[in-house]
């Protein structure tokens, strides 16, 4: 089974306004990484959070880890046209040599 | 530099025929990885290089699928007798360090009649 499960699958919001988008995983893990997908193509890589680490800032993206939790949130403050994409966490197992995605979260920023 | 790079952009084939997808990581990257993503789905793993280490063929989705790594670099993914449920994106990625950001290549989207 997928080990980062995104909620919710799907998010419509209006252009300014703040987006959400949850993140649980099972085992434990080295780091959680967010990506970006337009259009169905190649990922860009957002930001990594380590194990160790609670928050994280970039720009306009805020990434929380609860590793008590097993959760991850990915903030994306004052919505843009062009944040419009699929939106997918990856865990790092500790143990393990690759990253396994979710199911992703497709952000909708309407104008 | 220039970024992990895929070919073809598209393949159509037709059910039954052998397909070759290529990958050409960023160089120096030890690290490379195949990816399957089906039509509004996550990321499904299908195999991972590592250095000269024997690959993790874990995720190939049974024994039609076979990749390679030439010299440490460019791989080459091959889907024999290909099935119309094989139809999907197939990414790449490459990183320096496992564990580290990976690099994704613009995807190959193979559509099999």
């Known amino acids: 089974s997928q080990q980062g499960e995104e909620d919710p699958q799907a998010l419509s919001i209006q252009e300014g306004e703040n987006a959400t988008m949850n993140c649980s995983y099972k085992?434990?893990?080295?780091?959680l990484q967010w990506y970006r997908q337009n259009s169905g193509r190649g990922l860009v890589h957002l930001i990594l959070i380590r194990s160790n680490e609670r928050e994280k800032h970039s720009g306009r993206l805020r990434v929380t880890l609860d590793t008590s939790k097993k959760s991850s949130s990915l903030l994306i403050t004052a919505s843009r046209a062009a944040d419009t994409a699929s939106y997918f966490c990856?865990?790092?197992?500790?143990?393990?040599?690759?990253?396994?995605f979710g199911q992703g979260t497709r952000l909708t920023i309407n104008p | 530099g220039a970024g992990v790079s895929q070919s073809p952009s598209n393949k159509v084939t037709e059910k039954g025929k052998d397909v070759e997808l290529r990958c050409d990581p960023i160089?120096?990257?030890?690290?490379l990885y195949w990816y399957r993503q089906s039509l509004g789905q996550g990321l499904e793993f299908l195999i991972y290089f590592q250095g000269n280490s024997a690959p993790d063929k874990s995720g190939l989705p049974s024994d039609r699928f076979s990749a390679e790594r030439t010299g440490g670099s460019v791989s080459t993914l091959t889907i024999q007798r290909t099935q119309q449920e094989d139809s999907a994106v197939y990414l790449c990625a490459s990183n320096p360090l496992t564990g580290n950001e990976q690099f994704f290549g613009p995807g190959t989207r193979l559509t099999v009649l």
């Open positions: 085992t434990s893990i080295n780091n």
């Open positions: 990856a865990t790092d197992e500790v143990g393990a040599q690759k990253l396994v």
């Open positions: 160089s120096g990257h030890t690290a």
